[in-house]
Structures are given as C-alpha cells and as structure tokens.
C-alpha cells in the first residue's frame, strides 16, 4: 500500500512522537517499533536519538522518538532538537503524546507544536489510568476544539495503537494541520500584526509558518531570521512592528510580552479543558502522595533511598558474578581452543591474549552493566528516581550538582560505565557534562583488587581502613572538582532545581528489558571497536618485540615505563609500577596481573605471592599509598573513556576527562607521597 | 502576598508573580506553573526542596526558585485539604 506514503516523498513515512517527560512516550514508541530501535546521538549535541522501525505499516515506516519535553522554546538542547525537527518538516506527520491524566499541563506542548504548523494528531494516552482515577474526557469534543484528530490509547496494553497509526497515516497523507487556537484579542491583534509585516517575505514564512515566526518575534527570539537581517529594509520593518507591538503588550499587560503569550496560551487551553473535561471531586491526596509522604519522609525518605541502594549494588554483585564467572571461563576456554588450533607465534598471540583476554577481560562486567541498568530503569520507570534527586538535591547542591546526579554517582561504586550512561536522566547538557567529568573519581569495583592486594600487603590489619580513606578520597575530590568546574570549566547561571515528581506506578517488565536491552548493546558495540583497538595496542606493546618476556623490562610496554620513570620517581615509584599502571588504562584489574609480571613471578602469580613480594620490596607502605592513590584517580578503563566519548558525542571531552584525571592523580600522589617524606612518614 | 516557600503543607495559594529570567519562567511555564495559576503545598520543611501540587502536577523546587514565586494565600472554606477525604 504505496498509497500510504507524504505526497512529495518517496517511499516510507516518517512519524515523529513528542511529548511530555512521563506520558507514556517511551511506551508507546517501544508499542510501534517492537524491538526495530536504534540509539544514537543527534548531530551536534548529547541529545540521545531514538528510532524504529514501526510494522504496523507496509512499507514499514520509521518512528522517530523525540526527546520528552514541557515545551518547544529554545532553552534547552532537548526543546531545540524537538522543535528543529518538527520546523523543518523531518515528519509528514506528528504524534503528540498526552497524560490523559494530566491533561491540562500536557496540552501546553501540543499548543506549541499546533503554532509550528505540526500536521498533527493526539494521542489521548494512559486513559485507564485516567478513569479510574474519575476523570470524565469527553474525546469527540477535545477533537473539535483543538481542530485535530485525537485517539484514546493506553500504550501499556496496547490499547488504540492500531487505530492511533492509522490516524497518523491519514494525517500524514492529507497533510492536515490544526487551526491555531484564539490566545486573547490583544496577543491575537500584536501576532496578527507581525504576520502581516511578514507576509513581504515570503521565502522567509515559505519556510516557516508566519504565525510561529511572528510569535517568536514577538517574545523576542530572532535567531530564525537570515544573517543578512541588518541590511534588508523588509526584515528590519518587520522587527520594528514586533517589538512596537511587544511594548504594546507590555504596557497593556504589565509584564513581558512573553509573559502575555505564555497567559494567552494557558488561556486557550484552560477554556478548551473545562469544556472538554471533568474532574473527580475529591483531586486533592492522590495515591501517589499517600505514598510520597512515605517515601519522601523527614526522617525515613534518605534510610529508606539507601536501603534500596544497598539493595541494588547486592543484586548487581550476588546475581551478577555468576554470569560474570561463566563468561570468564569461556572466554578462557576459547583462548585455549583458538590456542589449540593455531601454531605458535604473534599471531596466536594477538588472536588469544590480545583480542580473546583484552575484550574478554571487560565482557565479563557485562551482566552486572546489564543488572545495574535494569535496577535504574526499574527506579525510573516507577517515578522512585526523581524522589531520589529530591531527596539528594541538599547535598549535592553543596557539591555544584545537581541533585540527579546523585544516582550516577552512587552507581559509579559499582561500574563507571553504566554511571557515565545513567547521566541522560539530567536534563540540563552542563549538569550532565560536568557528572560525567567527576563519576570517575569513584572508586569502581574492578578498582578494589588494586587496593585489597596493597594495602593487604603493606598496612597489614589497618588495610580496611586504608581502603575506605580511598573511597572517602575520590568522594572528595569529585566535590571539589566539581565546583572548581563549575566555575571555571562550564561557567553560567547555575541551574535552578526545578522537578516534576511523576506519579508512581508499577513498571513493565517489557519496558525494562527493553531498556537494558539498548544500553547492553550499546556497551557491547563499544567493546567490539574501541575496547578491541585499545586491547590491541596494550598487547603489542607487551608483546612486542616477539620473544621478550611479556610485558616485561625489554618490551615496548617496558621501555615506555623506562621513559616514565623520572615522571613517577617524584611520587615515589619505579617503571615497573608504571607499565602497571599503563595496563590499567585497558582495565583496572589488569593491574595487579601486571605487577606479577613485573615483580618476575610469571602471570600465573596468585595475589598472596605478589603481596609476599610487595611486602619485602620494592614498595614502601608511602610509595604503596601513593601509587592507590594514583590508580583511584586516573582514568578508569577503556569502556569508561568510551563511554564517556559516546555521552559527550565528543573527542575533546573524553581526552579532557583523561588529561584533567591524569594530571590530578600525579598532583594528589605526588603531594601525598612527598608530604609523607617531609613529614617522615615513609 | 507571600511566596511560594512560605507555604506549610495543606495551604492554598494562587500565583501572583515569578520569578525574573525568561530562561526559568519558560521552564515553569511548561510545568504548568504560571501566574494565575493554583497551586498547593504538599512538602515544605524549613529547608531543601518543597513539593507543590499544581493542577494534577506535582512539583519539586529549589528554595531558590520557590523564594522568588509571589503569591496569594486562599482561604479554604473546610479546613485543609489533608483533612480532606
């Protein structure tokens, strides 16, 4: 059925989906595409971007899953990503997403995509919901007054799926877009003013539709006129009509003209609502409150918040390891098998140690990623996450964060990876850059083997209190990065904590997997390309020049060691425990596998005969701090770094966090291990 | 008149002004918080973020923002709204 498709477009349709934060969206878009998902990044910015692929359409059409919004200004990179979109026709047709439940509010983003000119129809979602909790939409009427098509849905069930498309379908084929909404005599009169001054331009409202524009004038957002707007008389009447009619408005209103807009809108829709809706009497203490004055108690919320941590990190590590441990046991046997097959020589060598041992190395974090992701999705999707940014928001505010930041942070414990990912839930690009930049700074698991292995060895029965001042350590130093940051690395306005607490409500077991499914994916792509080529590079460098000892003092790895070794004598350590720490880069673990190395036990060397070593030599209970020190701080691993890359969308960023690290773990271990020297400590 | 962070849980308030800085008055524009608009005190204790009802929404603030939100107090015919059934 070809005749499905835009006129002026060839082959498939492209639908669009916008709304509010907590409408359903993701739902529903999982509903149209199944599991035909693709993540990626829209060009230019960390805004996450999803599409699928929706069957319910011949030739299959693509769902494009716009970033959740309040509203369509240009004030954040989400709103901007959402609004470009839908201005420059990338969807024949728009599908705005709407909590039946809370209508009012929601309509204020389809007023908004109604003024772009969007062809639009309205998904009237979580309906059930709705009812039961006695709100009367009577949906013909909403139809009429809005002048669009809207179709009661419940995303969960699936309820009205089939019949939304087939809406969008028609929609999208007879190119039908709604008739914009009175906003009051006088912002009609200043809008319908500008629009007229626009209609000598026409290449300009050819592109854009006048009554858009001439609003946007009118608040004054003049960044969609052409660069050539100071020379062209046209242009510049148009302007001089905007902002008379603007102190107009102001002097009529006694605020902003944006201000009357914003009224004139509200206007509209409330007018809409009371004709359209009914709501329960009694819409005081809804059961989400009930339930938020237990969860977000004075005494109880914070336990109760650490409690279902405590819960998650068990869950990540007892139900984890198990699939951890099989994974390592078959990497370990394919490296045996692919040993078995192939003759001696580099390249059984690069086959086995460097891409079977180094991907494999970081694979077996998978099911943990994978666990911590569903836990975080679970936290989500049931509206527990914004209590918890609430809940935090004190605390962290004193650390320059936001208080969402807070479970990247607590999660970077477990796996730095799946923090760095985690930090999509921030809405504003600085908070999430600058939570990015600092998750490092906390202590990971694959970090405490390091610790357990040095300090056990070298502080004997204080080890444990060793190991905590490391924790505490990172914990402080990412507060104090952070405001040093936020100052002079991401300077402005800080950003004013402003949340919608979500109703409660059970999550799908189908949403979360789903969830978990995208994220595992994405770390398993990065596994197959970054993680390959950096395990490649470690291995050569090890390996190389064929026949030395691995990894040892006339390997490539040993000679670069050789080279560090000025920079590391100052924090009291030898090249051997730089090649260390040059492995660590891959992953931390690899650590102390490396010092077995180097120390000339060989890399079967079990843990207790390396401290045994560490214990007599080479390393003083000073230079042994130090050197935790230093791996608690510097770069995490390679999957961190990529990850990082990925959430960024930037280069520049990734090797800023690993420059901005390196060069704080040096200063730290340096000023540690000479301060202990000065103080006769070591 | 007072502001928004001066509100204890149950009382009623209408908006009667915001805060300055079209940047912060778009976003809470967008969270249904406008002048004129009714708004309820559901969690507010002396300091860290409240929590208002607005329409169906509930809302959590900084002091900062909430500070910086006028409004007008409204006289409940019954008692509170947590007394309320």
């Known amino acids: ?682 | 008149m007072t502001t928004l962070d001066a509100l204890t849980p149950g009382q009623r308030a209408v908006v009667a002004s915001l805060p300055h800085g079209a940047g912060i008055r778009r976003r809470l524009a967008g969270m249904g918080l406008t002048v004129g608009s009714e708004v309820g005190s559901l969690i507010s204790r002396g300091r860290g973020p409240i929590v208002v009802a607005v329409g169906q929404t509930r809302l959590a603030l900084g002091r900062g923002v909430a500070c910086h939100v006028g409004v007008e107090l409204v006289e409940e015919p019954s008692g509170c709204p947590r007394c309320a059934r």
């Open chain 1, 1 to 682: 059925m070809g005749a499905h498709a835009a006129p002026g477009k060839q082959g498939s349709l492209t639908v669009a989906l916008a709304g509010n934060p907590n409408s359903g969206k993701t739902s529903l878009f999982n509903r149209l595409t199944g599991s035909h998902q693709h993540v990626g990044n829209w060009p230019g910015v960390t805004v996450e971007r999803k599409e699928g692929l929706c069957y319910f359409a011949e030739p299959p059409a693509t769902v494009v899953d716009l970033p959740g919004t309040y509203s369509l200004t240009a004030n954040s990179a989400d709103e901007r990503v959402a609004r470009d979109f839908v201005l420059h026709g990338g969807a024949d047709a728009v599908i705005a997403v709407v909590d039946a439940g809370n209508l009012e509010r929601n309509l204020y983003l389809v007023v908004q995509l109604i003024e772009l000119g969007a062809p639009l129809v309205m998904a009237l979602n979580m309906c059930d919901l709705a009812e039961g909790r006695g709100f009367a939409i009577n949906v013909t009427q909403l139809a009429d007054l809005l002048d669009l098509p809207v179709v009661a849905t419940c995303a969960t069930r699936g309820d009205g799926v089939a019949e939304l498309w087939e809406t969008a379908e028609r929609v999208a084929r007879e190119g039908r877009r709604p008739r914009p909404l009175p906003y009051g005599r006088q912002v009609d009169e200043a809008v319908e003013s500008v629009a007229r001054s626009l209609e000598a331009l026409p290449e300009l409202t050819g592109e854009h539709p006048s009554r858009w524009l001439a609003i946007s004038l009118l608040i004054g957002d003049e960044s969609h006129l052409p660069p050539s707007k100071e020379a062209d008389p046209v242009i510049q009447h148009a302007l001089a009509t905007a902002r008379a009619n603007a102190r107009h408005l102001e002097d009529v209103t006694g605020d902003t003209a944006e201000a009357a807009v914003i009224h004139g809108r509200y206007g509209a829709i409330s007018g809409v609502y009371r004709e359209a809706v009914v709501e329960p009497d009694d819409a005081h203490l809804t059961p989400s409150d009930r339930l938020d004055h237990v969860f977000l108690h004075r005494i109880w919320g914070v336990p109760i918040l650490l409690a279902a941590l405590a819960v998650m990190f068990q869950l990540t590590f007892w139900v984890g390891s198990l699939p951890s441990r099989w994974l390592e046991a078959g990497c370990t046997r394919l490296g045996g098998y692919v040993a078995g097959l192939m003759p001696r020589g580099p390249l059984e060598s690069l086959m086995v140690d460097g891409i079977i041992g180094g991907v494999g190395g970081v694979l077996v974090f998978l099911p943990q990623i994978a666990i911590l992701f569903a836990v975080v999705a679970f936290l989500e999707d049931s509206g527990y996450m914004a209590r918890a940014a609430f809940l935090m928001d004190r605390v962290m505010h004193r650390m320059s964060l936001h208080g969402k930041a807070f479970i990247p942070m607590i999660m970077g414990f477990g796996c730095n990876v799946p923090a760095i990912m985690a930090t999509r839930t921030l809405e504003s690009e600085r908070d999430r850059l600058l939570t990015v930049l600092i998750t490092p700074l906390m202590t990971c698991s694959a970090r405490l083997p390091v610790y357990a292995l040095l300090a056990g060895a070298l502080f004997g029965p204080r080890a444990g209190l060793v190991i905590l001042s490391l924790y505490v350590l990172g914990v402080g130093l990412a507060a104090i990065v952070a405001r040093v940051f936020r100052r002079h690395v991401l300077p402005g306005e800080e950003e004013p904590f402003v949340l919608e607490l979500p109703p409660y409500h059970r999550p799908t077991l189908k949403g979360i997997v789903v969830h978990t499914w995208e994220r595992a994916k994405l770390f398993l792509q990065k596994a197959s390309t970054v993680i390959l080529a950096g395990s490649v590079i470690m291995w050569f460098l090890s390996a190389f020049p064929w026949g030395v000892q691995v990894a040892g003092e006339h390997s490539y790895a040993g000679q670069i060691g050789k080279l560090l070794a000025p920079l590391v004598a100052p924090l009291g350590l030898s090249w051997r425990e730089a090649v260390a720490l040059m492995f660590g880069f891959v992953a931390k673990e690899i650590v102390v596998s490396t010092m077995g190395v180097l120390y000339g036990l060989g890399d079967q060397a079990q843990p207790g005969d390396i401290g045994r070593i560490i214990a007599h030599g080479p390393l003083t209970p000073l230079s042994g701090y130090a050197f935790m020190v230093f791996t608690l701080i510097y770069t995490p691993c390679l999957a961190a770094i990529a990850a990082i890359r990925r959430e960024t969308n930037s280069w520049k960023w990734a090797l800023f966090a690993v420059g901005y690290l390196l060069l704080l773990a040096w200063i730290a271990a340096f000023v540690i291990y000479q301060g202990g020297r000065l103080l006769r400590l070591g």
